[in-house]
């Protein structure tokens, strides 16, 4: 349960970089969405924010390392919930 969590949290963190990080390249909404666009980004990919920092070479770089760095974060995460998930389920099991 626990590596499928991780497999999962992988899948979703990608999936969540790849489409909001080409929401906020291809800016196809009006301004007041694509600004809420932009929170949402930073909020839920927080390493895009190196985007403005002078180490990153190219937005090329910038966008791999995002989503590698999201899958990362996100596998993570989800990893932590299965696992607490797996002690609950023996826990309560265990007890009747």
Same mark, same amino acid.
């Given at each position: ?16 970089? =790849?489409?909001?990080?080409?929401? !906020? ?6 301004? #007041? ?13 927080? $390493?895009?924010? $190196? ?15 995002t989503i590698l760095a999201n899958a990362i974060l #996100?596998?993570?995460?989800? !990893?932590? =919930? ?5 002690? #609950? ?7 009747k």
């Amino acid at each position: 349960m626990i590596s499928t969590g991780a497999k999962i949290g992988a899948v979703v963190g990608a999936s969540v970089a =790849i489409v909001l990080i080409t929401l !906020t390249l291809l800016r196809p909404f009006p301004w #007041y969405v694509n600004g809420a666009v932009e929170k949402m980004t930073f909020r839920l990919c927080p $390493l895009f924010m $190196l985007g403005f920092a002078s180490g990153i070479g190219s937005m090329t770089t910038l966008i791999i390392f995002t989503i590698l760095a999201n899958a990362i974060l #996100y596998a993570i995460a989800f !990893t932590v =919930i299965a696992a607490i998930m797996t002690v #609950y389920r023996r826990l309560r099991f265990h007890a009747k």
